[in-house]
């Protein structure tokens, strides 16, 4: 149970540099994009389709990030009548549904990464394959993140 505590520790950290670096590009190509219309004409054509591409990233990133420290939005109207242990029972319940959609997701994904590595973003120097790497990078954090809780759930229930 070790590995997995410093499997999703090292997730974590991962996440946390892809958001810091994710958030600090998008706002250099926002700075950018004023320059270039107010100031001085930038070398670098189409910022809006990197920008664009970094918001893709801290979107997928940013909500595993957000369900790993359990800030992600839920619906709650009946837990209050709930037993804690009927709690506990639905959110290993829960766990697992959300394990089957990111496979899902992550299976779906790849395929987009594969597809899109043909496909060019026109003005850039980069494909498709780029931002659709964006939901596989977020859907393994989140598949780390929700495992780990999960496991640690499972070996809490009933205690």
């Excluded at 974590?12 to 926002?30: E, F, K, N, P, S």
């Excluded at 709930?82 to 899902?104: H, N, P, W």
Aim: charged share 15%; proline share 2%; aromatic share 6%.
């Amino acid at each position: 149970m070790r590995w997995l505590s410093r499997l999703s520790s090292t997730a974590d950290r991962i996440t946390d540099a892809v958001l810091i670096v994710g958030m600090v590009a998008l706002l250099a190509l926002i700075t950018l994009q004023m320059v270039d219309r107010h100031l001085i004409d930038v070398p670098i054509r189409e910022p809006d389709a990197y920008a664009r591409i970094c918001i893709i990233w801290l979107c997928f990133v940013g909500f595993a990030s957000a369900v790993r420290a359990e800030m992600a939005i839920r619906v709650d109207l009946l837990d209050h009548w709930m037993s804690e242990q009927v709690r506990a029972l639905l959110q290993i319940v829960f766990d697992l549904l959300i394990l089957a959609t990111v496979a899902l997701l992550l299976t779906k994904g790849w395929l987009l990464v594969q597809i899109g590595g043909d496909q060019r973003i026109l003005g850039t120097a980069l494909t498709r394959a780029v931002p659709n790497a964006g939901l596989v990078v977020g859907c393994v954090a989140l598949g780390i993140f929700v495992a780990v809780r999960w496991l640690q759930r499972l070996a809490t229930f009933g205690r």
